[in-house]
T-cell receptor, first 112, second 115 residues
Framework: GQQLNQSPQSMFIQEGEDVSMNCTSS?????WLWYKQDPGEGPVLLIA?????ELTSNGRLTAQFGITRKDSFLNISASIPSDVGIYFC????????????FGQGTTLQVKP | DTGVSQNPRHKITKRGQNVTFRCDPI?????LYWYRQTLGQGPEFLTY????????KSRLLSDRFSAERPKGSFSTLEIQRTEQGDSAMYLC?????????????FGPGTRLTVL
């Protein structure tokens, strides 16, 4: 079945640093999404990407849809303590159902 | 505009008991999804509704699981004869019609613990 590999698994950084994480797949996706999840809560949508090569920003977050359609990355600039959480990539758009395939997550910790 | 709501937030049950969870999607979202998430993993797709029709079910959804969305609004997920392996967070998501149907908005989840 389809699988997404996220890296790194975890990151521990200093406040103010930039962060980069990525997601790769053995299959093509037509949509890539990035979510953030806090403990005990559901994932919150950060960015959705619809076109190969597309670069989209949401505040301090920037994400890109890889040109091969098999990868995506997320950058966070000037990290702050509230960026702490688990970041998930998700691939979709390969069927009309909207079913998403999620990565295993990248855990981010920010030291003030 | 209120988000997706799920009830209960937590459920503890004994093995063999039946449990039912409810999801209320964002109004005007015609698509509704159920996912299951275990510790340290991303959510895994269980099933999908478009309006009241259940259009896809994962292999993860065994015969003990049933989901309904009778009037195309709220949805219920029932697990019969629960097993310890059913312990997980059950997440509901909804998405709008049109081009943005992949943009799924998640509820807070129901944490199930089977003793």
């Amino acid at each position: 079945g389809q699988q997404l590999n996220q890296s790194p698994q975890s990151m521990f950084i200093q406040e103010g640093e930039d962060v980069s994480m990525n997601c790769t797949s053995s299959s093509i996706f037509n949509t890539w999404l990035w979510y953030k999840q806090d403990p005990g809560e559901g994932p919150v949508l950060l960015i959705a990407l619809y076109k190969a090569g597309e670069l989209t920003s949401n505040g301090r977050l920037t994400a890109q849809f890889g040109i091969t359609r098999k990868d995506s990355f997320l950058n966070i600039s000037a990290s702050i303590p509230s960026d702490v959480g688990i970041y998930f990539c998700a691939g979709g758009g390969t069927s009309n159902t909207g079913k998403l395939i999620f990565g295993q997550g990248t855990t981010l910790q920010v030291k003030p | 505009d209120t988000g997706v709501s799920q009830n209960p937030r937590h459920k503890i049950t004994k093995r063999g008991q039946n449990v039912t969870f409810r999801c209320d999607p964002i109004s005007e979202h015609n698509r509704l999804y159920w996912y299951r998430q275990t510790l340290g993993q991303g959510p895994e797709f269980l099933t999908y509704f478009q309006n009241e029709a259940q259009l896809e079910k994962s292999r993860l959804l065994s015969d003990r699981f049933s989901a309904e969305r009778p009037k195309g609004s709220f949805s219920t997920l029932e697990i019969q004869r629960t097993e310890q392996g059913d312990s997980a967070m059950y997440l509901c998501a909804s998405s709008p019609p049109g081009r943005s149907y992949n943009e799924q908005f998640f509820g807070p989840g129901t944490r199930l613990t089977v003793l």
